[in-house]
C-alpha cells in the first residue's frame, strides 16, 4: 500500500514538472520569421493552475479511491456474527479459517484469539480466557490503529484535492472539474471515516458477543487441537 501512495503520489509530481516544462517550452517558440514570441505571464500563469488543480484534484481523489476500497467485499456485523456463531458451535476450525480471512475487522481478531487459544492446547476455560481475551484485545487495537493511519492519510488527500480546487478558483472560469473531484474525496473521506467507526464499534460489540463462543467452542472439545511440537 505505501508503494501504491508513493507512485500516485511521483506521478502527480511528475505530470505537474513534465507540464510546466511543456508549458515553458511553448511560452519560448519563435515566429515564422524566427523572432522570439512575447511570452505572455497572464495566460502561461492561467493554464499552469489549470493543470495543477487537475493533478492534485487527481491525486487527491485516487488516494482516497485506493482506501475506499477497502471498505467494500465484507458482510454487515449481524450476518458475519451469526455466521461465525453457527460455524463455532457445529466446526470451530473452519470458523477459524474464515475468521482469519475477515482482515481489518472484528473476525481478524476473532482468529488471533483461537490461534493463541490453540497455541495452549488445553480445554480449561480459565486458562482459555486468560489467553484469548489479551490476544482479542491486542489484536483489536491494531486493527483501530491501522484504520486511524488510513484515515490520517485520507486527511491528507483531502487536503490535496480541495488544493486542487483552490488553486483552480484562481484561474479563468470555475473549475468544474477540479469541483467534482473534491466532492468525490469529500464522499470517499466521509465512506472510510464512518466505516472506521463501525469497525471499532464491532470490535467492542464482538468481544461480548462471540469471543464467549470461542471459548466455549474450545473448552467443550469440539475444537480440534494442533498436536504439539516438540
Same mark, same amino acid.
Given at each position: 500500500?505505501?508503494?501504491?501512495?508513493?507512485?500516485?503520489?511521483?506521478?502527480?509530481?511528475?505530470?505537474?514538472?513534465?507540464?510546466?516544462?511543456?508549458?515553458?517550452?511553448?511560452?519560448?517558440?519563435?515566429?515564422?520569421?524566427?523572432?522570439?514570441?512575447?511570452?505572455?505571464?497572464?495566460?502561461?500563469?492561467?493554464? =499552469?493552475?489549470?493543470? +495543477?488543480?487537475?493533478? !492534485?484534484? *487527481?491525486? /487527491?481523489? #485516487?488516494?482516497? $479511491?485506493?482506501?475506499?476500497?477497502?471498505?467494500?467485499?465484507?458482510?454487515?456485523?449481524?450476518?458475519?456474527?451469526?455466521?461465525?456463531?453457527?460455524?463455532?458451535?457445529?466446526?470451530?476450525?473452519?470458523?477459524?479459517?474464515?475468521?482469519?480471512?475477515?482482515?481489518?475487522?472484528?473476525?481478524?481478531?476473532?482468529?488471533?484469539?483461537?490461534?493463541?487459544?490453540?497455541?495452549?492446547?488445553?480445554?480449561?476455560?480459565?486458562?482459555?480466557?486468560?489467553?484469548?481475551?489479551?490476544?482479542?484485545?491486542?489484536?483489536?487495537?491494531?486493527?483501530?490503529?491501522?484504520?486511524?493511519? =488510513?484515515?490520517?492519510? +485520507?486527511?491528507?488527500? !483531502?487536503? *490535496?484535492? /480541495?488544493? #486542487?480546487?483552490? $488553486?483552480?478558483?484562481?484561474?479563468?472560469?470555475?473549475?468544474?472539474?477540479?469541483?467534482?473531484?473534491?466532492?468525490?474525496?469529500?464522499?470517499?473521506?466521509?465512506?472510510?471515516?464512518?466505516?472506521?467507526?463501525?469497525?471499532?464499534?464491532?470490535?467492542?460489540?464482538?468481544?461480548?458477543?462471540?469471543?464467549?463462543?470461542?471459548?466455549?467452542?474450545?473448552?467443550?472439545?469440539?475444537?480440534?487441537?494442533?498436536?504439539?511440537?516438540?
Amino acid at each position: 500500500m505505501r508503494r501504491i501512495h508513493a507512485a500516485a503520489l511521483v506521478f502527480g509530481i511528475a505530470t505537474l514538472f513534465a507540464t510546466v516544462e511543456l508549458a515553458s517550452a511553448q511560452a519560448e517558440d519563435t515566429t515564422e520569421e524566427g523572432a522570439p514570441v512575447e511570452k505572455k505571464p497572464e495566460s502561461t500563469g492561467s493554464t =499552469l493552475k489549470t493543470v +495543477g488543480s487537475y493533478v !492534485l484534484g *487527481a491525486v /487527491g481523489l #485516487g488516494l482516497l $479511491l485506493i482506501s475506499v476500497t477497502k471498505t467494500f467485499g465484507g458482510l454487515s456485523y449481524p450476518a458475519a456474527r451469526l455466521s461465525l456463531i453457527n460455524l463455532l458451535r457445529t466446526n470451530p476450525n473452519q470458523a477459524e479459517m474464515v475468521a482469519k480471512g475477515m482482515e481489518g475487522t472484528f473476525g481478524e481478531a476473532i482468529g488471533a484469539a483461537m490461534k493463541m487459544g490453540a497455541m495452549g492446547g488445553t480445554t480449561d476455560p480459565a486458562i482459555l480466557s486468560s489467553m484469548t481475551v489479551p490476544s482479542y484485545d491486542g489484536t483489536g487495537t491494531a486493527i483501530a490503529a491501522r484504520w486511524g493511519a =488510513l484515515i490520517g492519510k +485520507g486527511k491528507l488527500a !483531502l487536503m *490535496a484535492a /480541495g488544493g #486542487g480546487f483552490v $488553486l483552480g478558483l484562481t484561474g479563468d472560469g470555475f473549475p468544474v472539474i477540479p469541483f467534482i473531484m473534491a466532492l468525490l474525496a469529500v464522499g470517499c473521506f466521509v465512506r472510510v471515516f464512518l466505516y472506521k467507526s463501525e469497525v471499532e464499534s464491532t470490535i467492542v460489540r464482538a468481544r461480548h458477543e462471540v469471543l464467549p463462543e470461542v471459548n466455549t467452542a474450545m473448552a467443550s472439545g469440539r475444537y480440534a487441537f494442533p498436536p504439539p511440537k516438540y
